[in-house]
């Protein structure tokens, strides 16, 4: 299995530009969700997803759209990047249902907004 | 709403020197306790799951422990591979999201 899967792993946006960062897993994982991390913030969440059609908002929603139609990918959408946007992302995925709720993170995109 | 306060921010250990790292949480209704393990410019690691007071888990060097308000992180004669950020987070009976301390950022010197 490759896990947690996110690219790009770099990216430079000007103010307003659009983008997506994609997300994919192998786990079969219901529960997917994005985070951002920033230094002295911790890491906030910002969607989450249940099931493939189901999403919802987590912490830090503003300036971001998600979308969930397929078990396996998970993308985030920056419709108009602002530069408080510019942070680490970081996916994570785990079963909704058992014994575990092991969590799994991919490796991250570092974005960065001019 | 849930809270989780890790402290120190940052310690730095002698290659051999044992210490400890705390998280304190408030939840309504813990569902989970977790701790990660973060090295610069990659994705927090799995390390433990607690889900009841008094439970205790180990894994070479680092052991968990669990009481009703906090955890405790505990290093063993930690070694320089040990350097990392160590993440703590918890889960409510309510929720399905995990809300993450800060950090502990633990520098171990030969």
């Known amino acids: 299995n490759a896990g947690v899967t996110q690219t790009p792993k770099f990216q430079v946006l000007k103010t307003g530009q659009s983008m997506t960062l994609q997300c994919a897993q192998d786990?079969?994982?219901?529960?997917m969700s994005w985070y951002r991390q920033d230094p002295g913030m911790g890491l906030r969440l910002i969607h989450y997803s249940v099931g493939a059609g189901i999403t919802d908002q987590g912490e830090v929603p503003n300036g971001y759209n998600v979308s969930r139609s397929t078990t396996e990918d998970f993308p985030l959408r920056l419709l108009s990047a602002a530069p408080s946007q510019t942070s680490v992302y970081f996916c994570?995925?785990?079963?909704?249902?058992?014994?575990?709720?092991?969590?799994?993170f991919g490796p991250g995109t570092r974005l960065t907004v001019l | 709403e849930d809270q989780v306060t890790q402290s120190p921010e940052a310690l730095r250990l002698q290659e051999g020197e044992s210490s400890s790292l705390n998280c304190s949480y408030t939840v309504s209704g813990l569902r989970g306790l977790f701790w990660y393990r973060q090295d610069p410019g990659k994705g927090p690691e799995f390390l433990f799951t607690?889900?009841?007071a008094g439970e205790e888990k180990e894994k070479e060097r680092l052991k968990a422990t669990l009481t009703k308000k906090e955890s405790f992180l505990h290093i063993t004669a930690p070694k320089p591979e040990d350097s990392a950020t160590y993440l703590c987070?918890?889960?409510?009976?309510?929720?399905?999201?995990?809300?993450f301390g800060k950090g502990t950022s633990l520098l171990v010197t030969p």
């Open positions: 607690l889900y009841s």
């Open positions: 987070a918890v889960r409510s009976n309510s929720g399905y999201a995990l809300n």
């Open positions: 786990m079969n994982h219901e529960y």
């Open positions: 994570a995925s785990r079963p909704t249902g058992g014994n575990t709720d092991t969590q799994y």
